[in-house]
């Protein structure tokens, strides 16, 4: 299968290995291959959503180090820009969120008293924790700032 | 009726004179509402162009070999209906991703080794003599894997597989939708066979679960979810205790 | 074509998408909510924050609970963000972005946040309750 010897072929388009010994025309993948469709491109920016959510923890990490300052030190995030990117990046976080929980239902197989569970009891499952999740996260948060 | 014409713009390639495709149009009648984009090649075919080439045979969407990129999206095109297209022109091209032979074919060599190399076929670990009768299944049974089953190497999923298009080495979605069809099926034990070459570095963690190969798919077989379920089931054989077990 | 070589499994592979996954789960259900409310409701004003006072922030940060939970987001995000942005190259058409250094180098990095966050939470405020 590895050597392709330049010869001429009399079974050319009978079958057997046509493809031998023929000279063929090497297509490239343009770079630009995922902006010719529609769903390329929202697999490219769901991939994408990693990086104003990294960037996002980033600063949360470097928040949590800012509380080693003492009082005086500390200065809460309140900055128009601030707020700014962080809408940008909430939006990719949902963006995320939906996509990946929705998939899931693609994914994970659960079977109940030997019937699988649909992927669509499933995905619905994946986004009442995504609610529940949030519930509680964003109690602590604003619950313990009193 | 008889008065429309449709348009159709076909990739020509010729090994021996072309060093790159071009393409050529070609002006025909558009005579029957039920017309599919492969009558319109056949027509081409045997009244304008004796020169064109493509592969073709049922005609009836069960033989998996007019697979081409119309209008860039890869479909069976004996199953593409030019009404859906008229009266704009119809662009026809062989499929993406794999080496040009001539005109619309494509060179299927390397689908066919990887098509091999899963081992397609019921494997028993010793084969019982043909007086024990039947292996008997039920319908849950079929039911596991019979959707995996459907598929007819048409090779769309692999004209619509980016991950495919720049990395040829990839097993691919169709392959490894089969072998998830095999490693599903209660009377195969052939999972470890099939395990080296399906959760090669090559295999299911090249896919990056795109997802077009199903969208693409003629016959519904989904092979992401096929890639994805394998995956995750790889995985809990590794992570689960006695998950590696047979 | 490779179809003839010899093939491995691929364990590597299969546990940096078993983090991969596990860290696109915790993302999707958790870090939304961190963003919407630390990112946009605090800083407006529109309710109060735990990091919007040094007081409240010091108190939930003290919280071993809080390391932890904060830990586990942390580095399963991390792992998901270094395997998705790889594969993001290579469907660039960065081909290095499949070779071994580059493996190193993205799941490092996740690593090496995760070694950093572990130094942040355990430094900057002591556990208490």
């Given amino acids: 299968m590895a050597t392709e010897i330049d010869m001429p072929s009399p079974h050319r388009g009978e079958g057997q290995g046509e493809g031998q010994g023929v000279k063929e025309y090497r297509w490239r993948m343009p770079a630009n291959w995922w902006t010719r469709t529609r769903h390329y491109f929202l697999y490219v920016a769901r991939e994408f959503t990693a990086v104003p959510m990294a960037l996002w923890l980033i600063w949360l990490l470097y928040e949590i180090k800012l509380a080693g300052n003492g009082p005086a030190g500390y200065y809460p995030p309140r900055s128009a820009a601030f707020v700014a990117f962080s809408a940008v990046v909430l939006l990719f976080a949902l963006y995320h969120s939906y996509t990946f929980l929705k998939l899931a239902g693609v994914i994970i197989r659960v079977k109940v008293l030997d019937r699988s569970i649909p992927p669509r009891v499933i995905v619905m499952a994946m986004f009442g924790a995504w609610a529940a999740g949030s519930v509680v996260v964003g109690f602590v948060l604003i619950w313990f700032a009193r | ?246 | 074509m490779s179809t003839t070589a010899v093939r491995r499994p691929a364990l590597s592979h299969l546990f940096f998408w078993f983090l991969f996954s596990n860290g696109g789960v915790i993302t999707a259900l958790l870090l939304p909510v961190h963003v919407l409310v630390q990112g946009i409701l605090g800083p407006l004003g529109i309710v109060k924050v735990v990091d919007q006072h040094y007081d409240t922030w010091i108190r939930v940060l003290a919280n071993p609970l809080v390391k932890l939970y904060l830990l586990v987001l942390i580095m399963f995000a991390f792992f998901h963000f270094a395997h998705r942005i790889r594969y993001l190259l290579m469907d660039f058409g960065v081909h290095a972005a499949k070779t071994v250094p580059a493996q190193v180098a993205f799941y490092g990095g996740a690593a090496v946040v995760t070694l950093i966050t572990v130094w942040i939470l355990l430094t900057t405020v002591p556990i208490g309750i």
């Fill in chain 2, 1 to 246: 009726m008889a008065d429309k014409r449709v348009t159709i713009q076909a990739t020509r390639y010729d090994p021996d004179r072309d060093s790159a495709p071009r393409m050529q149009s070609y002006d025909i009648p558009f005579y029957d509402e039920s017309m599919v984009v492969l009558d319109a090649l056949n027509y081409i075919k045997n009244h304008v162009d004796g020169s064109l080439s493509f592969r073709w045979s049922c005609r009836m969407g069960i033989c998996g070999s007019c697979g081409m990129m119309v209008n860039g999206t890869p479909k069976l095109t004996c199953n593409a209906f030019v009404r859906d297209y008229w009266p704009r022109a119809i662009h026809v091209g062989p499929l993406n991703n794999f080496p040009l032979i001539r005109d619309l074919v494509i060179d299927m060599d390397d689908f066919m080794h990887k098509l091999k190399s899963i081992k397609p076929w019921v494997i028993r670990k010793q084969e019982l003599p043909l007086g024990a009768g039947e292996h008997r299944q039920t319908n849950q049974q079929i039911d596991e894997f019979r959707q995996f089953s459907e598929c007819i190497n048409c090779m769309l999923c692999y004209a619509a597989c980016p991950v495919y298009g720049l990395n040829n080495e990839f097993l691919g979605p169709a392959a490894i939708a089969l072998a998830r069809r095999y490693n599903l099926d209660s009377r195969d034990q052939g999972l470890k066979e099939r395990l080296p070459v399906i959760g090669d570095a090559e295999g299911v963690w090249e896919c990056s679960f795109v997802g077009e190969c199903s969208v693409v798919c003629p016959k519904g077989v989904d092979p992401a979810k096929a890639i994805q379920q394998t995956k995750l089931d790889t995985t809990m054989r590794f992570v689960l205790p006695y998950g590696n077990r047979d």
